[in-house]
């Protein structure tokens, strides 16, 4: 009894110190102009200026970012995590200049 004891303790703490294998990912965002709100699938988190946002891809395979201001064309990405791994690691922060509408 006492070994099992004994074992389950070291099983456990061993458990513990794994790096977990989470579905989300903080990223940067930078929308000019800095008013733009910015979107995370469909809810609001945020504006433009640079800010770190959770990109969950617990449920989904996707994500899907918009950025909308008056005057300008909304954008909109849908992006896997493989693509948001990528852009980290070659570019970093993501930064999206939104046009004018004509």
């Not at 456990?12 to 733009?36: F, Q, R, Y």
């Not at 996707?62 to 849908?78: D, I, K, S, T």
């Amino acid at each position: 009894m006492r070994r099992r004891l004994c074992c389950s303790a070291v099983v456990s703490l061993v458990l513990l110190t794994l790096p977990s294998c989470s579905s989300v990912m903080k990223v940067g965002i930078s929308v000019d102009p800095p008013s733009a709100a910015v979107f995370v699938n469909g809810v609001r988190d945020g504006q433009g200026a640079r800010r770190i946002h959770d990109f969950d891809f617990g449920e989904n395979e996707r994500v899907c970012v918009q950025a909308a201001a008056p005057g300008f064309e909304p954008l909109c990405e849908m992006l896997t995590k493989q693509q948001v791994t990528d852009q980290l690691a070659k570019y970093g922060d993501f930064t999206w200049v939104l046009k004018q509408e004509k």
